[in-house]
């Protein structure tokens, strides 16, 4: 699928749909669905490096576990995300070299005692050794033999066999599709019984946590490529070095045609100093792209600070969640406080700084306005391009537009006068359509074919096999400062 921006200069050689946004030929169109979220994480259980779709918080603690200990980020950054209200969200496990899986060797019961059945959790980390294992008589028929798993003292699982063999154990184990825990394999004579333990426990499990490194989050960049996603957050507090990567990588996938954004954050510190209002703001001014997002409050939930890095998450889930009508700006938010309250003046600093600000005006915690890093628009920009609310309603033309021109005019219809005409009359469907949403101005769009191109004051020849379109179109935008005058007699 190719797609993206052109340039008069250099045109595009793929076959696909091309578009430049101008200030003054913004568009949208509504429809698709949206609001896909990825979150790279840290975790003691769960698949690595994997895309795990979560839908609630036992889908965290089924597929990755609560902890939060020992550099583990999973739980909070995808609870937060959660609490956005992302339509989707998907979870990549990220681990070093040193990630191994907990494991134990169980023996006969021979006069020798042999190695016989290895255990081995079904994913590297830390949680799989407070797994441990019972091996007795089974209570229907002593003649063959149970196994009992536990995770502390919660009873996971119990296995019984078939024949009294460690074999027949190691099939039961393994042929259980419930079972989300363990893998067993007989490492010696499976024809002979286990010797009885209890609570054997796994050992040797390492999350892989500790060596990672900004080369890790780099290489995940290749694996969301080949996902379909809207929104990308961080699980914690990352250098300017890996923001710089991945906002060049965000820039990268926007130029080609993908409506990405990525939210960022700071550390607990950055986010309670005294100056955190000019950390904030270096670090929007450093990125500097309306398809960055950088937060910078920390917020209070249930006793627990997070940091704006991790409120990023939040932040991510509420951006993919909302529709194309809706804005950020001054957005209810489920937490208690914010870990430090910024004056007015610095407020004010945060708006005019593309940083992302969360206050308590006394009974709520609200997003203060919906804004992106974006504080010198480029050529072509305005201060439209300021506004998230605004980018996702071009990107959503975007990519709309783009699906609809490959599934029914690229390659299958005539670049003919008739053929131009049709496409036009698409567009403004559309168009319309996005106008009964209140996205744009119901009087105030139109769809012709380029001037530069067509027509008397053409300057320009477009090849038999290219098109070349102009929308015009006014976006709304919600109301967000008022002004009165109060007259007294």
Do not use: C
Not at 88 to 117: G, H, I, M
Not at 447 to 452: E, F, K, Q, W
């Amino acid at each position: 699928m190719a797609g993206g921006t052109w340039e008069s200069t250099n045109k595009p050689v793929l076959p696909g749909l091309y578009m430049n946004f101008k200030a003054q030929a913004a568009s949208a169109i509504q429809g698709g669905a949206r609001g896909t979220v990825i979150i790279p994480v840290k975790a003691d259980w769960g698949p690595v490096r994997e895309f795990v779709e979560i839908g609630n918080e036992q889908a965290i603690d089924d597929r990755y576990s609560l902890s939060r200990e020992n550099g583990v980020t999973a739980y909070d950054a995808l609870y937060l995300a959660l609490l956005g209200g992302p339509k989707k969200l998907l979870a990549y496990r990220l681990a070093d070299s040193s990630a191994a899986p907990a494991s134990v060797t169980l023996q006969n019961s021979a006069s020798q005692p042999e190695d016989t059945l290895k255990l081995e959790a079904k994913y590297p980390g830390r949680r799989g050794n407070q797994f441990s294992v019972t091996i007795q008589p089974s209570l229907a028929d002593p003649s063959v033999q149970e196994l009992r798993l536990y995770e502390g003292a919660k009873l996971l699982g119990t296995y019984t066999g078939t024949d009294g063999t460690a074999a027949s154990l190691a099939e039961q184990v393994n042929r259980d599709s419930n079972n989300q825990w363990i893998t067993a394999s007989v490492v010696g004579d499976g024809n002979t019984s286990l010797e009885e333990v209890s609570g054997a426990g796994l050992s040797g499990g390492e999350s892989g946590i500790s060596g990672l490194t900004n080369a890790d989050y780099i290489a995940m960049q290749d694996a969301a490529e080949g996902q379909e996603f809207n929104v990308l957050a961080l699980d914690y507090a990352a250098d300017m070095a890996l923001l710089q990567s991945f906002s060049a990588w965000v820039k990268r996938l926007r130029g080609e045609g993908r409506g990405v954004m990525a939210v960022f954050g700071g550390s607990k510190a950055d986010d309670t100093a005294k100056n955190a209002a000019d950390l904030a703001a270096a670090r929007s001014l450093a990125l500097n792209h309306e398809g960055i997002i950088n937060v910078g409050t920390g917020v209070r939930l249930a006793g627990n600070d997070y940091s704006s890095a991790l409120t990023a998450a939040y932040v991510a889930g509420l951006i993919a969640g909302q529709r194309l009508n809706q804005s950020a700006t001054y957005a209810v938010t489920p937490f208690e406080d914010v870990t430090r309250r910024w004056t007015r003046s610095e407020q004010e600093s945060a708006v005019n700084n593309g940083v992302f600000l969360l206050f308590f005006d006394g009974r709520q915690v609200k997003a203060l306005r919906g804004i992106n890093t974006l504080v010198s628009p480029a050529e072509g920009q305005n201060n439209a391009w300021k506004k998230i609310r605004s980018i996702r309603v071009m990107d959503a033309i975007q990519a709309d537009l783009q699906q609809a021109a490959e599934q029914t005019y690229i390659g299958k219809v005539n670049n003919t006068e008739e053929g131009r005409l049709a496409l036009i009359g698409a567009v403004k469907e559309y168009l319309g359509q996005l106008s009964l949403s209140q996205v744009i101005e119901t009087d105030g769009y139109d769809v012709i074919l380029d001037p530069a191109y067509y027509g008397d004051s053409a300057v320009n020849t477009p090849d038999p096999d290219q098109v070349f379109l102009q929308w015009n179109v006014k976006l709304t935008d919600v109301m967000e400062q008022l002004y009165g005058t109060f007259y007294v007699q």
